[in-house]
């Protein structure tokens, strides 16, 4: 969500440790005044406040504040009702690949956008589309079933032959997961109608 | 698993329903935790509200409202 608004890749690594990463000074001071309001009961030390209060307005400094008690919220209620992770519809996902694989420019480009939309709608935490006439090594037995049960593997076949596939890994059990073998298969199959 | 079994769009009234397709149309999804607090219907309509004006445009770049929402939820160790 926040890299569809124009965050870009470094600032959300770098949301891993706020400190020290080279945020600008006014981003810094709201995210450090999220981590004091975040870590205990929200007691802010005066110099947190103040650094903050350097860069907004009061309306602002409010409006922060909202965001980051907003999400304490959410995520407090998540976690105590074990809620789970959102996945992307299958219906629109299938629909978003086929819009990537009709409008993108080049096979490389086309495999690119597919392999994005995967990771961002399903939550894989690493997506790999190939082309080439075998399987991955990793990836041989049944749906790469020696990389545990986070990893699932469909082959792209044209015309009856291996030409590329499809390689995820997930925190969730998807190696046994029949919805998630037929969704990335149908996935499979656009992308083998464009290399036909 | 959830502990709270999650609504889907047949399981809730009219209103709740519209708030669900808008979600559908504009990300893909329905959020699980909307779809949790949908068994109280007059909370979840006040709750999407109360998130779209935090979230949406103000005084503060919709972006970092953004950044902060992940920064939030990294300590809190939930997956947003």
């Known amino acids: 969500m926040a890299k569809q608004l124009g965050v870009g890749d470094e600032a959300v690594s770098g949301l891993k440790d706020p400190a020290r990463h080279p945020f600008p000074p006014d981003q810094k001071a709201a995210l450090l005044f999220a981590d004091a309001m975040t870590n205990g009961p929200g007691q802010v030390p005066d110099p947190v406040y103040t650094e903050l209060r350097a860069h907004f307005s009061e309306a602002q400094v409010v409006e922060i504040a909202t965001v980051v008690g907003l999400f304490n919220y959410f995520n407090r209620f998540n976690n105590a009702l074990h809620v789970e992770v959102t996945l992307m519809d299958p219906g629109v996902l299938l629909r978003r690949v086929e819009e990537a694989a009709a409008t993108a420019a080049t096979p490389s480009e086309r495999f690119d956008r597919v392999a994005g939309i995967l990771k961002e709608g399903r939550r894989y935490l690493r997506v790999d589309v190939g082309r080439g006439t075998h399987l991955p090594a990793e990836a041989s037995g049944a749906g790469g079933a020696g990389r545990g049960a986070g990893a699932l593997t469909v082959p792209i076949a044209v015309k009856g032959k291996v030409a590329g596939w499809i390689s995820v890994e997930s925190e969730r059990a998807i190696a046994a997961d029949d919805e998630e073998r037929s969704l990335l298969s149908r996935v499979a199959e656009i992308l083998a109608a464009g290399m036909a | ?80």
């Open chain 2, 1 to 80: 698993m959830g502990r709270i079994r999650r609504l889907g769009r047949d399981e809730v009234g009219a209103d709740i329903r519209a708030l669900f397709e808008t979600f559908l149309r504009e990300r893909g999804n329905i959020p699980n935790m909307f779809r949790t607090v949908a068994h109280r219907p007059e909370i979840l309509s006040s709750m999407l509200a109360h998130f779209r004006a935090i979230m949406g445009p103000g005084t503060v770049p919709v972006a970092l409202k953004e950044m902060l929402a992940v920064r939030v939820s990294r300590i809190n160790s939930c997956d947003y």
